[in-house]
């Protein structure tokens, strides 16, 4: 079983930072692309930031300049560090991973999405 739980939400003034981290366990082969997506009240998830496979990079028109991604293989964690917070910021962020997984050491890698259970940002006016 693969498990991503994230960490580091909470609530910020206008101006802030916070740092999310999104932790993945269970039997990993690999973790390919990485990302971030939010739900604000009433509105449709959508992508913040992610990682690709190829290592390339994307961010929302929205948190560029403010946002970075990164990810630190060796701790099979990802991390959304936050700056210059606006209220419109306020979502539930989700990480995400593409995860490969093996049932033995003799078959191939199996590719699936997996989700964080979701962490709070509110960022007060």
């Known amino acids: 079983q693969v498990q991503l739980v994230e960490s580091g939400g909470g609530l910020v003034q206008a101006g802030g930072s916070l740092r999310l981290s999104c932790a993945a366990s269970g039997s990993i082969f690999s973790i390919n692309a990485v990302g971030w997506h939010r739900q604000a009240p009433g509105k449709q998830r959508e992508l913040v930031a992610q990682?690709?496979?190829?290592?390339?990079?994307n961010y929302a028109d929205s948190v560029k300049g403010r946002f970075t991604i990164s990810r630190d293989n060796a701790k099979n964690t990802g991390y959304l560090q936050m700056n210059s917070l606006k209220p419109e910021d306020t979502a539930v962020y989700y990480c995400y991973a593409v995860i490969g997984t093996r049932q033995s050491i003799y078959s191939p890698p199996s590719l699936a999405n997996y989700w964080g259970q979701g962490t709070q940002v509110s960022v007060s006016s």
């Open positions: 990682i690709a496979s190829d290592g390339s990079i």
